[in-house]
């Protein structure tokens, strides 16, 4: 069955970097677009970053781009977010996703099995 599996998180101060993984299994991780999403407490689920199958078009929240950086290896089966200049508001549980086609999108609908997340904690 399809799995995702997040790792990276962790606590770090305003300005420092993270970067999360993802690892993929059950499925041809090459096939289908990914995205990371996030959630905040007492917010709704936010994509944060996506990519399309290739890597060739990417797609980033306004709060982060710049920032952050979205790459997949598809011999690896793995999804990374590159995390830069982190800021307390960036606080939140972070989600892989697999898409559910080729097509880069950032909606929650768009994305059909999620991971447990990875909590990412940014002090002042």
């Known amino acids: 069955q399809v799995q995702l599996v997040e790792s990276g998180g962790g606590s770090v101060q305003a300005g420092g970097s993270l970067r999360l993984s993802c690892a993929a299994s059950g499925y041809t991780y090459s096939m289908y677009s990914m995205g990371w999403f996030r959630q905040a407490p007492g917010k709704e689920r936010e994509g944060v970053a996506s990519?399309?199958?290739?890597?060739?078009?990417?797609y980033y929240a306004d709060s982060v781009k710049g920032r952050f950086t979205i790459s997949r290896d598809n011999a690896k089966n793995t999804l990374y977010l590159q995390m830069n200049s982190l800021k307390p508001e960036d606080t939140a549980r972070y989600y892989c996703?697999?898409?559910?086609?080729?097509?880069?999108?950032?909606?929650?609908?768009?994305?059909?099995?999620w991971g447990q997340g990875t909590q990412v904690t940014v002090s002042s």
């Open positions: 990519l399309s199958t290739g890597g060739g078009t990417t």
């Open positions: 996703a697999k898409g559910r086609d080729t097509t880069c999108l950032a909606r929650p609908v768009d994305y059909d099995y």
